[in-house]
């Protein structure tokens, strides 16, 4: 068995726009086979963008976003542990200074699992052992 994290992108387009996904992370997706996670700090972000009306989600609200990842999607829901929190100052600070995706990273490093992300900016981040898929 594989495991995948979302990046918060690949989230949202995996719920509305399933067409904006790479070939490769929608077979990964629907491979029952492979675990895909969705990050807690993901739903954070999201509710965050919301409220500071950077982001604008057509079809649901966050807490429906949420059901319809663990119901519909049957993706697992991933929380942040005390252990990641409190080691996240181990990942450097590359390039990257968004701390959501820093977090997400630091998450997908910490568990071994592979970030489905577009974010080409992640790559600087291969070397600190982070997989990406896209």
Known sequence: MNGYLLDTHSFLWSIEQPEKLS???IETILNTQNVIYVSSITFWEI???IALKKLSVESYTPIELLKVAEESMRFVL???SPIEAASFHQLPLIQHKDPFDRMLIW???SRGLALISKD???EDYQKCGLQILW
């Open 23 to 25: 070939h490769s992370a």
């Open 47 to 49: 509710s965050l963008k």
């Open 78 to 80: 991933l929380p942040l």
């Open 107 to 109: 998450q997908a490093i």
């Open 120 to 122: 080409s900016q992640f």
